[in-house]
């Protein structure tokens, strides 16, 4: 069953009084669950898919649907994790998590057990009264993570999440949502441009080509990894030197690379 759907979806901006097609033809389903990853070159037009899932932009042709229905508006059955650490600074971190509840009308009590859940999951524990600018980068981008978590959504909207933080930071941020993945499977979409971290963490990969923008190939990896094993592996190191995963990745750079090619013509 599809959760999102995008159908047939077109979406054309006006620059400078010239209409320009930014995207194209784009269809695509993810299923209850299921944890995709759109890879692209800049300006493909991965963001503006997200918007559009969002209800944060309308395409202009075609249709998106959350649960069979077309969106129109944000809502709370879609959270949305930025690049940027989109935190409230003067809140603390619990504050940060409650906030999105608060709004859904949760009570006291579960409210404070889906907090510290999570809050512990993510690595937080002993911060819960911190402010965002006491914390590193990474350290605010697993609570915007949890905090998206928390509310339990139809959907979680990731928009390279992992962009902004230093390597390192990033591989343990890569093995901390695998884990809260695999142990709390959502619906996800999740923008990256790292080729590993979607063959990493996603279930199928969307390799999408510019002007305009348009899927040019989905890719199934769950088959694979859950075939190889991969989580039997804790560290993402060891997941990366497999055969399996080596050729996943150089089929992803391949199909990239070839579009660079073409864009020189
Ligand atoms: N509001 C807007 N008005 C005009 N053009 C826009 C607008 N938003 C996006 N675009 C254009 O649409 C194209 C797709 O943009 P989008 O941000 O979706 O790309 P992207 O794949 O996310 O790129 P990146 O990898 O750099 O984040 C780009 O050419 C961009 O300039
Ligand atoms: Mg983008």
Known sequence: MAIIQFENVERVFHQNGQAFVALKGVNLEVGDREFVAVVGPSGCGKTTCMRMAAGLEHPSGGSVSVDNEVVRHPGPDRAVVFQAFALFPWKTVWDNVEFGLISLGIDAAERKRRIEHYIELMGLRGYERAFPHQLSGGMQQRVAIARAYVLDPKVLLMDE???ALDAQTRVVMQEELVRLARRHPRTVLF???AVEEAVYLADRIVVMS????????????????EAEDW?????????????SFVHLRTHVWKLLRDQHGSDLH
């Open 231 to 243: 989580d039997q592996h804790p560290r993402i190191e060891d997941v990366m030197d497999l055969p």
């Open 210 to 225: 510019a002007r305009p923008g348009t899927i040019r190939e989905i890719i199934d990896v769950k088959t694979i990894r």
């Open 161 to 163: 999440p992992f962009g």
């Open 191 to 193: 923008i990256t441009h």
